[in-house]
């Protein structure tokens, strides 16, 4: 799966592209944690028990957005959301 940023295609794994997708539709709001949680937790290999699916889902996506990373902004105590929208 992948999505195009700025001309660049970037490659995502299932779970990257759901969340990512969330929150390019979810644009305008705060989106919970617990919210996109249960989106990256959708991947055989992640644990239905923790949150460290979805933190190492959001930082592999970070790392891919490369020197966009700081679209995704971390609402602290809240959840994230998209600095302005991606394309899909």
Known sequence: MSVRLKGRE????????????????????????????????????????????????????RKKLGSQRDLLLTIRGHGYRLASRVES
């Open 10 to 61: 970037l490659q995502l794994t299932p779970s990257q592209f759901r969340v990512l997708s969330h929150l390019a539709r979810n644009h305008n709001r705060i989106v919970p944690k617990q919210e996109l949680a249960a989106l990256a937790r959708l991947e055989p290999e992640a644990s239905a028990g923790s949150d460290g699916a979805l933190y190492e889902c959001l930082s592999q996506i």
